[in-house]
């Protein structure tokens, strides 16, 4: 199993690195901020609970989170290795990711030289992600929703760095380059 966490504030480049590196890794990208996406876009159950909460620029509750990445990472082609960008967004996902691999390292036993979890931190300043994402322009990327966003981000997401760097499993990248030279240090830190 391979598998690639990326923290990082919303317009850091998560989204667009993510995708790059499961081409790279053959790896499926699993965004949980897509997923959701397309759950409002046809109108679940789901997304009707969701939405509210991403027009806001607010974390979806986790019962709503929990089950719909569950059922991702069951799916066949996530068997060998992943890549998730968006989750987890607070410690209570963050441990539930823990319990995961450890529930998956039991049923597959793990080989050492073949299994890792990398998790980076892409690190971008305030005003750069500020301009990317008022460039971007989707729904919710309106300056007062990016701020918020921001905040849920410093306050919810943020711990996690302290989270895994107390577990030596955080790599620091900085994401204010061009997009070729971050996807270059993200190879070397899974091919270290
Ligand atoms: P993203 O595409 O990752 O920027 O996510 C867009 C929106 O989806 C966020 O602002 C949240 O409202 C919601 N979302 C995505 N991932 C999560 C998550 N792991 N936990 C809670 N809410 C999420």
New binding site residues.
């Given amino acids: 199993m391979r598998e690639l966490i990326f923290l990082g504030p919303?317009g850091s480049g998560k989204?667009t690195q993510a995708a790059r590196m499961a081409q790279i890794m053959k790896i499926p990208h699993i965004?949980?901020?897509?997923i959701?996406?397309d759950h409002v876009s046809r109108q679940t159950a789901l997304g009707q609970q969701?939405k509210t909460?991403?027009d806001m620029?607010?974390?979806?509750p986790?019962q709503l989170?929990l089950d719909m990445v569950t059922h991702r990472l069951s799916e066949p082609d996530a068997e060998t290795g992943w890549i998730l960008?968006?989750?987890?967004?607070?410690v209570s996902?963050a441990q539930f990711v823990q319990e995961h691999l450890l529930s998956v390292e039991q049923k597959n036993g793990r080989i050492p030289e073949r299994d890792h979890v990398w998790v980076i931190n892409l690190e971008v300043p305030d005003d750069v992600i500020l301009q990317r994402l008022l460039l971007r322009g989707r729904e919710?990327d309106r300056e007062e929703t990016i701020l918020h966003?921001l905040q849920v981000y410093r306050e919810q997401t943020a711990p996690l760095i302290e989270f895994y760097s107390s577990r030596n499993q955080l790599h620091h990248i900085n994401g204010d380059r061009p997009m070729e030279e971050v996807t270059d240090s993200l190879k070397e830190v899974i091919n270290s």
Avoid: C, H, K
């Avoid at 965004?31 to 897509?34: I, P």
């Avoid at 620029?57 to 979806?60: E, P």
């Avoid at 960008?85 to 607070?90: A, E, T, V």
């Fill in positions: 919303p989204g965004s949980t901020g897509e959701l996406r969701a909460y991403m620029g607010d974390l979806v986790d989170i960008d968006g989750f987890p967004r607070n996902q919710d966003r």
